[in-house]
């Protein structure tokens, strides 16, 4: 008997997710990640995507944001969305190494 877990279905939502998702707003997202990472030691998604924009479906952040932490090992905090429109959900705030 095959068991699958909850992790199992995240990144198989997120593979999925990913290979629906524009090459060129991944790019986009990575390079302004990158930027925003140099400039100000951290960056969050809501900051990268007020920038470069929404990609067609909004589960697509999540999972070029994840992707693009994860490949940099990039450290997790959270706080609360600026944008009106999250209705001040938790959000991560990614930096290199705990620079924040």
Known sequence: MTTTTGEMLKEA???LALSNTPLQWQEDFEAMA???LKAAGSFTAEEVVAVIGSPPRP???G???RQYARGR????Q???AKAPAAHARIITRWSEGGAL
């Open 59 to 61: 589960n697509q952040v």
């Open 73 to 76: 090992r990039l450290v997790a």
């Open 13 to 15: 939502g997120c593979a």
């Open 63 to 65: 999972a070029v944001c």
């Open 34 to 36: 990158g930027a925003l």
């Open 78 to 80: 959270y706080e609360r």
